[in-house]
T-cell receptor, first 114, second 111 residues
Framework: NAGVMQNPRHLVRRRGQEARLRCSPV?????VYWYRQLPEEGLKFMVY????????ESGMPKERFSAEFPKEGPSILRIQQVVRGDSAAYFC????????????FGQGTRLTVV | TQLLEQSPQFLSIQEGENLTVYCNSS?????LQWYRQEPGEGPVLLVT?????EVKKLKRLTFQFGDARKDSSLHITAAQTGDTGLYLC???????????FGQGTTLQVKP
């Protein structure tokens, strides 16, 4: 999983604030995925993006959550008006695409809403 | 909804013992990946199995993909304390790269 960089590693937000999570994929990877992991649970798919396009957002809550992967710069997962239930570890993964779907994960951002 | 049932959820064994973790689904997957996750870290890819009936070995770890590509198993021989961690199976949906994860197996190997 070397190369997928997520920041910040830890993020504390008060209820109602906004959280911005950043992910820089492995160099050369054009496919990015966001997953959420609640305590004692497996990872749940949220959204799949390619450069400038959202391919599949079926796992993302329709309200307050948004994601982007601009032409330049990292992918951003944005959570508006955070609530306590948003507290979780958020992982980003990237893959090369073009038939190569092996995903490499970052170290995650642990969001705590107080 | 595609689900991947992983069992057991928790396993505590003595060093030197063997163990098997199972992943089962009613869905067919393009491939299945096994990850290991340490506390506070992201999942690290161990292996990808693609072909029905495929068996892959990684030192003391043996991974098998079911003939129908609906289930998989991870067998560890002579477990060591360094094997302690969370093991996750994940099925690939089509060619999108989207993964469906099992709930994970927390393995504790005691000295």
């Amino acid at each position: 999983n070397a190369g997928v960089m997520q920041n910040p590693r830890h993020l504390v937000r008060r209820r109602g604030q906004e959280a911005r999570l950043r992910c820089s994929p492995v160099k050369g990877h054009s496919h990015v995925y966001w997953y959420r992991q609640l305590p004692e649970e497996g990872l749940k798919f949220m959204v799949y993006l390619q450069k400038e396009n959202i391919i599949d957002e079926s796992g993302m809550p329709k309200e307050r959550f948004s994601a982007e992967f601009p032409k330049e710069g990292p992918s951003i997962l944005r959570i508006q008006q955070v609530v306590r239930g948003d507290s979780a570890a958020y992982f980003c993964a990237s893959s090369l695409g073009g038939g190569n779907t092996e995903a490499f994960f970052g170290q995650g951002t642990r969001l705590t809403v107080v | 909804t595609q689900l991947l049932e992983q069992s057991p959820q928790f396993l505590s064994i003595q060093e030197g013992e063997n163990l098997t973790v199972y992943c089962n689904s009613s869905s067919v997957f393009s491939s299945l990946q096994w990850y290991r996750q340490e506390p506070g870290e992201g999942p690290v890819l161990l292996v990808t199995v693609v072909t029905g009936g495929e068996v892959k070995k990684l030192k003391r770890l043996t991974f098998q993909f079911g003939d129908a590509r609906k289930d998989s198993s991870l067998h560890i021989t002579a477990a060591q304390t360094g094997d302690t961690g969370l093991y996750l199976c994940a099925g690939l949906i089509g060619n999108t790269g989207k993964l469906i994860f099992g709930q994970g197996t927390t393995l504790q190997v005691k000295p």
